[in-house]
Nanobody, 121 residues
Framework: QVQLVESGGGLVQPGGSLRLSCAVS????????MGWYRQAPGKQRELVAA???????NYVDSVKGRFTISRDNAKNTVYLQMNSLKPEDTAVYYC???????????????WGQGTQVTVSA
């Protein structure tokens, strides 16, 4: 019943910007950590950015100063603002949410479907 829907990916030139969104639908009691992962060809999936329910954030070193993660708790949505994009940012980006459905006493990880980000001149 809980579902994550991603949007905002696409093709952009180096130096450009994109804003990814991930909306959580379904009956949610509480959302803990929300984050973004990415997987480039030939590489392992890596954590790009994460944000806690209290607003604390962390980023992989390669995107610090360029990417910003944020969340809107009223909309159950997490965003990733991506500026000064580089070709090495090209990857499939996946949203991840740790949440507890209504009626549950535990948290479970949920994943978005993935969205392609391509940075190319």
């Amino acid at each position: 019943q809980v579902q994550l829907v991603e949007s905002g990916g696409g093709l952009v030139q180096p130096g450009g910007s994109l804003r990814l969104s991930c909306a959580v639908s379904g009956s949610i009691f509480s959302i803990n950590v929300m984050g973004w992962y990415r997987q480039a060809p030939g590489k392992q999936r890596e954590l790009v950015a994460a944000i806690t329910s209290g607003g604390s954030t962390n980023y992989v070193d390669s995107v610090k100063g360029r990417f910003t993660i944020s969340r809107d708790n009223a909309k159950n949505t997490v965003y990733l603002q991506m500026n000064s994009l580089k070709p090495e940012d090209t990857a499939v980006y996946y949203c991840n949410v740790n949440a507890a459905p209504r009626g549950a006493l535990y948290y479970t990880d949920y994943w978005g479907q993935g969205t392609q980000v391509t940075v190319s001149a």
